[in-house]
C-alpha cells in the first residue's frame, strides 16, 4: 500500500498550490482520505477528508473557505488558495477506515492506518 503525495514547493503569500495524493496497493472505497499539516510549533493538524465516493467531505475550520479537497480516479488533491505565512509546513496525506454506521470523520492522527511520505510547503512574503 502507498501514498504518494507531491505538489509542494515555495509559494508567495496570496498564492495557490495543489498538492496530490496517489493511492495504490489496495482498495480505499471504504476509506477517508486525509490531509494533515506538520509544523514545528504545532505537530500534525488535520486539514480535510473526503470519502473516496466523495459523498461526504470535512475541513477544517483553520483553512476553511481557502481549502478544498477533491479526488478523482485513485489521486486525492488538496487545493490550497490565498495561501499565508503560517501555512507553511510539511503536508502528509492519509487514509482512514470508514465506521461502518454513521456520518463520523476520523481527523486524529491515530485513526488514520496509512500515510504518505509529506511534501513540502513553504508560503513567503
Known amino acids: 500500500v502507498q501514498l504518494q503525495a507531491s505538489g509542494g514547493g515555495l509559494v508567495q503569500t496570496g498564492g495557490s498550490l495543489r498538492l496530490s495524493c496517489v493511492a495504490s496497493?489496495?482498495?480505499?472505497?471504504?476509506?477517508?482520505m486525509g490531509w494533515f499539516r506538520q509544523t514545528p510549533e504545532k505537530g500534525r493538524d488535520f486539514l480535510a477528508a473526503?470519502?473516496?465516493?466523495?459523498?461526504n467531505s470535512a475541513i477544517a475550520d483553520s483553512v476553511k473557505g481557502r481549502f478544498t479537497i477533491s479526488r478523482d480516479k485513485d489521486t486525492v488533491y488538496l487545493q490550497m488558495n490565498l495561501l499565508k505565512l503560517e501555512d507553511t509546513g510539511v503536508y502528509y496525506c492519509?487514509?482512514?477506515?470508514?465506521?461502518?454506521?454513521?456520518?463520523?470523520?476520523?481527523?486524529?492522527?491515530?485513526?488514520?492506518?496509512?500515510w504518505g511520505q509529506g511534501t513540502l510547503v513553504t508560503v513567503s512574503s
Open positions: 496497493g489496495r482498495s480505499f472505497s471504504s476509506y477517508f
Open positions: 492519509a487514509a482512514a477506515p470508514r465506521r461502518s454506521v454513521g456520518s463520523y470523520t476520523p481527523m486524529r492522527e491515530d485513526e488514520h492506518t496509512y
Open positions: 473526503i470519502t473516496w465516493s466523495g459523498t
